[in-house]
């Protein structure tokens, strides 16, 4: 079943690079254009230790905020729902925050805080940290309504109610959300790298772009793709796992 949901989009990626291939050599593409697939997986090749070196930084970095940005929805979220009308006063600032551009926050935050870790993170956070805490607060308001009155009725309080129906059903929305904040993360991450770091993905393509290397541009994307690919990936594993461990738990 896992080979027949990943066979099609492989195929399709690979049609694509044909054609991508095909048409660059037919059309006689200057490489400082658009370079080959080809020309591309040879870049990688040459400049991997250097690229490695960048995906690293960038990998510490996306997930120094992701895991800020996922821990401080999930707290958000639990404490929006279990304080009596804090929802309503702060979940339409929490929607403004996300109306910030980032091409005027990332400079402020360097500005606030220097050219260190700390602003890279702090972007990473507020960017990622919104769709985990909306995810978890839609999962919370969708708890069997019938269960919940039967607890009400037996006489559970609110937090037992929390920890017991409403935050076990919550989940499977916050995987949803962590699924979306994973690939906010490496973008931003990149965005952050760009304005105040000396090493990352970020910096790497800012400095190719100013040599006009657009092969190096492309590789790095490349290896941004795959980042995120293998963050999605990690989520969607735990995610099967976390199911399948609740079936068992269930049959057993």
């Known amino acids: 079943m896992g080979n027949k949901r990943i066979l099609p989009p492989v195929l399709v990626l690979a049609l694509f690079l044909l054609i991508w291939q095909a048409a660059v050599a037919l059309f006689q593409v200057d490489a400082y254009l658009l370079p080959s697939p ?3 997986a040879k870049q990688i090749y040459d400049e991997h230790e250097q690229l490695l070196r960048h ?3 960038t990998l510490g970095m996306t997930l120094l905020g992701f895991g800020a940005g996922a821990l401080l929805g999930f707290v958000l979220a639990g404490l929006l729902h279990l304080i009596p009308g804090a929802k309503a006063g702060f979940y339409p600032l929490l929607v403004l925050t996300q109306n910030v551009p980032l091409m ?3 400079p402020l935050l360097v500005l606030w805080f220097g050219f260190g870790t700390l602003p890279r993170v702090i972007l990473i956070t507020l960017v990622t940290f919104f769709p985990v805490a909306v995810a978890m607060l839609t999962g919370l308001m969708q708890s069997d309504e019938k269960l919940v009155n039967y607890l009400r009725m037996i006489g559970a309080s609110k937090r037992k109610l929390f920890w017991r129906l409403e935050l076990p059903s919550s989940v499977p929305h916050l995987f949803s959300g962590l699924k979306i904040a994973a690939s906010y993360s490496v973008i931003t991450a990149i965005y952050a790298e760009s304005i105040g770091s000396s090493k990352g ?3 790497y393509i800012l400095l190719a772009q100013r040599g006009f290397e657009t ?3 492309f590789a790095a994307i490349a290896l941004i793709v795959l980042l995120s690919l293998v963050m999605f990936g990690a989520i969607a594993l735990a995610e099967h796992l976390y199911n399948r461990g609740k079936v068992k738990g269930e049959t057993s």
Do not use: E, Q, R
Request: proline share 0%.
């Open 38 to 40: 080809i020309a591309i």
């Open 55 to 57: 995906l690293l930084a």
């Open 104 to 106: 005027a926050l990332g």
């Open 201 to 203: 993905l970020g910096y």
């Open 215 to 217: 092969a190096n541009v």
